[in-house]
């Protein structure tokens, strides 16, 4: 490879970064979308604690199902290594391996389903009857925990091989899917919260079909059938077990962080609970949009480090960043502009809507302060550097708790969403001493072969 095929002047990394981040922030976008759509059909079905029900239920599912996530991010880092350095037999083994685990594991939450729930439900509160809301829609959706598992491993592979525009059409697949499920269930079939959850369950069911045939026909040519040796080899295993474990106990540090801060507004009524809810979707909406950059960085780190390219490792880093942070200044901009008139379509209920408005000001701060913490996240996952990842998350966990057990007390709501922002800083500012980390590990790797 001639040296300027191995580093992009200056222009060329800008559009390599935005040829793939723009499909992924598409198809990012179309998740939080997909909940907007299911809190707004929640928030006309007649009262807060019918959309205190989705809400908790959802929150139930970013548990199960994101405290997973690793078999997508996981997957990202092991692929977009083997693509970078054309180990073609090596990629697919890891896309089996992770499929495999993937199908295990939503067996096992289908085995366990209705005391899983049950705890689950219980440990984040709310009022009876939120809780009966919840209930139905869990018991809904929980039947297709092993596709949306599997969904996870297909992502990770479209993005790790840089098939960006395939993983924006799966992602739209799945996500229409659920839209218009939602509304026949529900308007249709008169299911009310059940067919919210069993819209879900539809889409995931029929996209893991559609990513199933997405593998087949990307599969690598001219290899030999993988024999099952291959996939369990053992130290392959042992990289997929402490990678995978490092990335699990990062994302119950963030799901807890989210849980624990559900449980504190439910502590504080039905209203406050909604209100909370319905602004958390802005959240979830700016960080799958400014998620695409991290992804992007995940594909660029990976193969940029599969392939021994330092140079190509830091114009990834410094131009995602660049993006990364006109992303948040352009939705922080929106949140303020029209966040009311958003609040607005999302519920029609005047006194969740009065609490939602009174807290938007936090909400609309918020891309500013969570953009560095993502960016970083796609870096070291990209990296594989997955301890550092934890570590950092773990501390961002501790100071959250800290925050929110000093504020909530003198300042309420206020100062649930202000601990919120802090552990959101704290994200970046934990990870962000580590980074020189990876680039030397990458000259000491480049110096062992001179």
């Known amino acids: 490879m001639s040296s300027a095929e191995a580093l992009p002047d200056q222009r060329g990394w800008h559009r390599r970064v935005l040829t793939l981040a723009f499909p992924i922030v598409l198809a990012n976008l179309t998740q939080p979308i997909l909940g907007a759509v299911d809190t707004a059909v929640a928030g006309h079905l007649g009262s807060a604690a019918d959309l205190g029900g989705v809400a908790l239920g959802g929150l139930f599912f970013n548990f199960v199902f994101w405290g997973f996530g690793f078999l997508r991010m996981g997957t990202t880092g092991l692929v977009a290594q083997s693509y970078g350095a054309r180990d073609f037999a090596a990629l697919r083994a890891n896309v089996v391996r992770a499929l495999l685990l993937a199908l295990l594991i939503g067996g096992a939450i289908l085995l366990i389903q209705s005391p899983l729930i049950r705890y689950a439900l219980a440990a984040i509160g709310g009022s009876a009857e939120v809780q009966g809301n919840a209930w139905i829609y869990c018991a809904a959706r929980i039947g297709s925990a092993p596709f949306a598992l599997a969904n996870y491993v297909v992502l990770g592979y479209l993005l790790g091989t840089q098939r960006v525009r395939i993983a924006l059409a799966s992602q739209v697949f799945i996500n229409l899917t659920n839209v218009i499920a939602v509304l026949a269930y529900v308007y249709g079939l008169q299911w009310g919260i059940a067919g919210i959850g069993a819209a879900t369950a539809t889409a995931d069911t029929l996209g893991f079909v559609f990513g199933a045939c997405v593998l087949w026909t990307l599969r690598p040519r001219g290899l030999a059938p993988i024999a099952l040796r291959a996939v369990l080899e053992p130290a392959a295993i042992r990289r997929l077990i402490a990678l995978n474990r490092d990335i699990f106990l990062r994302t119950l540090c963030l799901l807890g962080s989210f849980g624990w801060f559900a449980h504190l507004g439910a502590k504080q009524g039905d209203t406050i609970l909604a209100a909370n809810a319905l602004l958390l979707n802005f959240q979830t909406f700016m960080a799958y949009g400014l998620d695409g950059f991290a992804h992007a960085a995940e594909a660029l780190v990976g193969a940029a480090i599969g392939a021994g390219n330092r140079d190509a490792f830091r114009q990834a880093v410094k131009v995602n960043l660049l993006w990364s942070a006109l992303g948040a200044l352009g939705f922080a901009a929106v949140y303020w502009a029209c966040g009311p008139w958003i609040i607005g379509q999302l519920t029609d209920q005047p006194a969740v809507r009065a609490a939602a408005r009174t807290f938007l000001p936090w909400a609309a701060l918020s891309p500013l302060v969570s953009v ?42 206020h100062g649930l969403w202000i601990a919120l922002l802090v552990f959101m800083a704290s994200r970046g500012l934990t990870l962000s001493p580590l980074l020189p980390r990876i680039s030397g590990a990458m000259g000491r790797a480049s110096a062992s072969f001179r």
């Not at 990209?382 to 966990?397: D, P």
């Not at 504020?407 to 709501?413: D, E, H, R």
């Open 372 to 413: 560095w913490g993502f960016l970083l996240d796609g870096v070291f996952i990209g990296a594989t550097r997955t301890r550092e990842l934890m570590h950092a998350m773990a501390v961002s966990l501790a100071v959250f708790l800290c925050a929110s057990w000093a504020l909530i007390g003198t300042f309420g709501n």
